[in-house]
């Protein structure tokens, strides 16, 4: 299937649909999108105006075929008027030191046009010059048609050009030139239709590159903003995942505390049994220490004073143990010996005046392990 791509875009593309061997009659007509569809079963070609189509001739360097396709865009762009990013380059083979042609079309053009097939529903196709639809001229000679209001011409299997009569003075000439031609290479004047049904003999081994969006301007202008929507999708993602991590890991370092401040309260206050308001309950409890209210000093601190000192000359003896509850403060200690822990019982009692008595006294190994309860049950 052959579809022909007007200079115009507000005409619309023409197609010519036959059978390889010619057995079948061609169809031939305005593409609508069920011949597009029914020719999505053959080879599908695709033929754009010659005349924005540019034909340039490089030489290229020698090297292999990676150096050579980094090499080819700076020395088109040697030629060109306009920005190499903004154009699409395609190539016969490469040939190290020899010369190429290359075909230069604009990106937005091959783009408009690709979008136009692909509204047809056609998004797999070659694409070439339309001169590319006239015989390939014998040496030194050129082969030329008059189609309409345009000219094409093809020098060899890879140049031609097209000329419209609004862009060149020597259009004239040229069909008058055309109008009393002799020579063999002038065809007859042909419409679109006869010249997609001609069958050249000889096709290019390359055409003229698509650009890879080429879709539907529907399905296009969706590709503009899906990336930025997923991306925008992925970054809520990230940020949520982070938030819920930062979150999980605040209640974990929470929890951690709470148990901290738990563990450490009940190891400060043990006569305390049931932690409902940490702050408010070790304040009560040091409250009760320092004496509560009153203008009196707590009996801890009266009696804490002396037991301390008395310690600090007395380096055999040490405090295992200490609870104060109902005003009164229980003290496990350890000495050498049983006669140390009485002597300090009669020295707590002279100097604080309460009655302090021995609980209980028990050998731990080499030391003696006593108990004592100073002070009188409030």
Same mark, same amino acid.
């Given at each position: ?12 593309p023409?197609?010519?649909? #036959? ?14 999108k069920?011949q ?13 105006p010659?005349?924005?189509?540019? @034909?340039?001739?490089v030489?290229?360097p ?6 050579l396709?980094k #090499?080819?865009p ?8 306009d ?32 979008e136009q097939l ?5 998004? *797999? ?12 001229p ?7 048609l008059?189609?309409?209001?345009r000219l094409?011409q093809?020098?060899? %299997?890879?140049?031609?050009?097209? %000329? ?5 003075a020597?259009f004239t000439?040229?069909?008058e030139q ?36 080429a879709?539907?301007?529907a ?19 990230l940020? @949520?995942?982070s ?6 890991a ?6 951690? *505390? ?6 450490l309260?009940?190891? @400060? ?9 940490a702050?408010?309950?070790? *304040?009560?409890?040091?409250?009760q ?14 009696v804490f ?15 295992s ?23 300090l019982?009669k020295?707590?009692?002279?100097? @604080? ?26």
């Amino acid at each position: 299937m052959k579809i022909l791509l007007p200079p115009e875009s507000q005409q619309p593309p023409l197609y010519c649909h #036959a059978a390889d061997d010619g057995s079948e009659k061609s169809h031939c007509g305005v593409l609508q999108k069920e011949q597009a569809i029914a020719g999505k079963k053959s080879r599908i070609m695709v033929f754009v105006p010659s005349e924005f189509v540019l @034909t340039l001739e490089v030489k290229l360097p020698s090297g292999n075929r990676r150096e050579l396709l980094k #090499a080819l865009p700076y020395l088109v762009e040697e030629q060109l008027a306009d920005d190499l990013h903004s154009v699409i380059i395609s190539h016969e083979k490469l040939r190290p030191g020899q010369k190429i042609v290359c075909w230069v079309v604009s990106q937005s053009l091959m783009q408009q046009w690709a979008e136009q097939l692909a509204e047809l529903g056609i998004s *797999t196709y070659q694409c070439f010059p339309d001169f590319c639809l006239l015989p390939v001229p014998e040496a030194a000679q050129s082969v030329e048609l008059l189609l309409g209001q345009r000219l094409l011409q093809r020098s060899g %299997i890879y140049r031609g050009y097209a %000329i419209h009569a609004d862009s060149a003075a020597a259009f004239t000439a040229l069909k008058e030139q055309q109008s009393e031609h002799k020579a063999g290479n002038r065809l007859e004047w042909a419409d679109a239709q006869e010249l997609l049904q001609q069958q050249p003999a000889v096709w290019p081994d390359f055409s003229l590159r698509i650009p890879p969006s080429a879709q539907s301007k529907a399905a296009h202008s969706g590709a503009r903003w899906w990336p930025a929507v997923a991306v925008l999708l992925l970054a809520i993602l990230l940020y @949520t995942a982070s938030e819920l991590w930062a979150i999980h890991a605040l209640n974990a370092r929470q929890q951690q *505390t709470e148990a901290q401040i738990e563990s450490l309260f009940f190891s @400060t206050f043990p006569h305390i049994k049931r932690l409902q308001d940490a702050e408010f309950q070790a *304040t009560q409890a040091l409250r009760q220490l320092q004496g509560g209210s009153s203008n009196k000093p707590s009996l801890f601190f009266s009696v804490f004073y002396p037991l301390a000192d008395f310690l600090r000359q007395h380096r055999d003896m040490r405090i295992s143990s200490l609870q104060f509850r109902n005003a009164q403060l229980r003290v496990q200690v350890e000495a050498a010996n049983l006669a140390s822990i009485e002597a300090l019982q009669k020295a707590i009692s002279k100097q @604080t005046g309460q009655p302090v008595k021995l609980l209980s006294a028990s050998r731990k190994g080499k030391a003696m392990s006593g108990r004592l309860l100073i002070g009188e049950a409030s």
